[in-house]
T-cell receptor, first 116, second 114 residues
C-alpha cells in the first residue's frame, strides 16, 4: 500500500501555543488530503479537505482560523492548531487520496495532541 | 443522505476461526466505492480492502475478503484464520461517485481470543 507519513506522532504543549502537524504522501502525488479528528472510541470526524494550491474546505463547525491548513505541494499538507486550548486535545489523523479511479485514502499514523 | 452502518460495537472470535464484520450502506449514487480499514491501538488507520460498486467479483486480499451484496447494500468483511494481531477496531467506509466525499462507520472492536 501507499505510504503517508504524519509528524509528530505525539505533542504536548502549553495552552496558548500553536502546534503544526505535517502530513506527507511519500510515494504518490496527492492533490487532495483530508484532516480528521478522532475522540476516544469514536469514529473519524472530518475537519477539512485540503486541496493543493487552493484554500481548504472546512466542515461545518470547524473554525478555519483556529485550524489552519496549508497544502503547498502535491506531497505535503500541514495543519496548525493555533492558540491551542485543553479542549483541542485529541487524536488528529490525516489521509491522502490516491486519484486512480478507486480513490483510496491512505492514512498517516496520527498525532496525539495534549494541551496542558 | 449517505451513510454507513456498523451494528456490532464489539466482536469476539477464537484464534484461527473466521469472523464476519457487518457493514451496510445507503447511497443513491450509481457508482461508489467501499473500503475497510483496521485501526490497532497504536492509532494508525490501515487500509485493508476495496470494492468498487461495479466490480463483478468480491474483493479478496490475503485473509480478508469482502462479501459484497449490492441489492442488500451490504459490504461485510470476512477475516479468515483469525490471529491475535487482528485484534483492533475495524471501520467500514464508502466514497461517493465523485471520490470527494467519504463516509465512515462507527467501527467494530474485534478481540481475538487465544
Amino acid at each position: 500500500g501507499a505510504v503517508v507519513s504524519q509528524h509528530p506522532s505525539r505533542v504536548i504543549c502549553k495552552s496558548g501555543t500553536s502546534v503544526k502537524i505535517e502530513c506527507r504522501s511519500l510515494d504518490f502525488q496527492a492533490t487532495t488530503m483530508f484532516w480528521y479528528r478522532q475522540f476516544p472510541k469514536k469514529s473519524l470526524m472530518l475537519m477539512a479537505t485540503s486541496n493543493e494550491g487552493s484554500k481548504a474546505t472546512y466542515e461545518q463547525g470547524v473554525e478555519k482560523d483556529k485550524f489552519l491548513i496549508n497544502h503547498a505541494s502535491l506531497t505535503l499538507s500541514t495543519l496548525t492548531v493555533t492558540s491551542a486550548h485543553p479542549e483541542d486535545s485529541s487524536f488528529y489523523i490525516c489521509s491522502a487520496r490516491r486519484r486512480d479511479g478507486k480513490n483510496i485514502q491512505y492514512f498517516g499514523a496520527g498525532t496525539r495532541l495534549s494541551v496542558l | 443522505a449517505q451513510k454507513i452502518t456498523q451494528t456490532q460495537p464489539g466482536m469476539f472470535v477464537q484464534e484461527k476461526e473466521a469472523v464476519t464484520l457487518d457493514c451496510t450502506y445507503d447511497t443513491s449514487d450509481p457508482s461508489y466505492g467501499l473500503f475497510w480499514y483496521k485501526q490497532p491501538s497504536s492509532g494508525e488507520m490501515i487500509f485493508l480492502i476495496y470494492q468498487g460498486s461495479y466490480d463483478q467479483q468480491n474483493a479478496t486480499e490475503g485473509r480478508y475478503s469482502l462479501n459484497f451484496q449490492k441489492a442488500r447494500k451490504s459490504a461485510n468483511l470476512v477475516i479468515s484464520a483469525s490471529q491475535l494481531g487482528d485484534s483492533a477496531m475495524y471501520f467500514c467506509a464508502m466514497r461517493d461517485l465523485t471520490g470527494n466525499q467519504f463516509y465512515f462507520g462507527t467501527g467494530t472492536s474485534l478481540t481475538v481470543i487465544p
